[in-house]
């Protein structure tokens, strides 16, 4: 084993020794990211109504908030809440400072859920418009109002078919997450930058976090894929069996 290990250009001992932090990094990527990914699903399903039934007063104010999010990148907003929010008196002397903006976590944790609320809510958007006229004015017809519409037809509906760009979305916020590691917070990516930087390696750590990343993706696409078949199973096209056929044919002779 240890001739094996001789061949193979990376220490792995070093990796095996300090996997314990890359494990805590792990809890930390996946904790910031699924927390501000379910606190920006739920602030995007209000905002996205309001795009999607042009509101004269709400449609052009989240427009512009998400004109702004998602035009500027996701590390300048996150520089901006933690570095330049302590430059103001106001914000040092006031109840927000002490616990949370004073905070790295929870500055992470603010810009990745404005971040991704941005996103989900032109995506919901996009579900909601594109939702078929038929099945609107059966609603209409059955004499459903304009929230039990929406309640009960139009948001299930859209979110049915949001969920193969969501999972690009839910992707695109664990890659942005490593934007944590810049304001000292040890992510995944933190845990390796620190592992390099402890030992003076050149890509250990880097190659590490790369293949935990790798893991966790797989594991994203694995349950999406799943919610796919469950949810939009009844959108795939299938090839025509003999039973289908008879089946038809019985009843065409009815």
């Known amino acids: 084993m240890e001739n094996f290990l ?36 739920l ?22 908030y998400t004109y702004i999010f998602r035009g500027t990148p996701l590390l300048v907003q996150t520089y901006l809440i933690y570095f330049g929010l302590g430059q103001f008196e106001a914000i040092r002397q006031s109840w927000l400072w002490d616990p949370i903006l004073s ?27 594109d939702t078929p006229k038929g099945e609107v004015e059966a609603a209409i017809a059955t004499g459903h109002s304009y929230r039990s519409r929406m ?17 690009n979305e839910v992707i695109f916020m664990l890659h942005g997450s490593v934007v944590a590691s810049t304001i000292t917070l040890q992510d995944i990516l933190g845990v390796g930058r620190w592992l390099n930087g402890r030992f003076y390696l050149a890509y250990e750590g880097f190659i590490t976090a790369a293949f935990l990343y790798f ?13 796919e078949r469950r949810y939009l199973g009844h959108l795939t096209r299938r090839e025509i069996t003999e039973t289908d056929i008879e089946i038809l044919s019985e009843g065409s002779t009815r």
């Not at 001789?6 to 930390?28: A, K, Q």
């Open 215 to 227: 893991l966790i993706v797989l594991c994203i696409t694995w349950i999406f894929r799943w919610l």
């Open 151 to 167: 309640r009960r037809i139009i948001l299930p509906s859209a979110f049915r078919r949001a969920i193969p760009a969501y999972s």
């Open 6 to 41: 001789s061949y193979i250009p990376l220490d792995i001992s070093l990796i095996v020794e300090n996997f314990d932090r890359f494990l805590y990094g792990v809890w930390m990527t996946l904790n910031l990211t699924v927390l501000a990914l379910i606190v920006g699903g």
């Open 43 to 64: 602030l995007a399903v209000p905002m996205a109504i309001a795009r999607a039934s042009s509101h004269p007063i709400f449609n052009p104010i989240v427009w512009a």
């Open 103 to 129: 905070s790295a976590w929870w500055c992470a944790f603010i810009a990745f859920t404005l971040n991704t609320a941005a996103y989900s809510t032109e995506l919901l958007r996009g579900a909601i418009i």
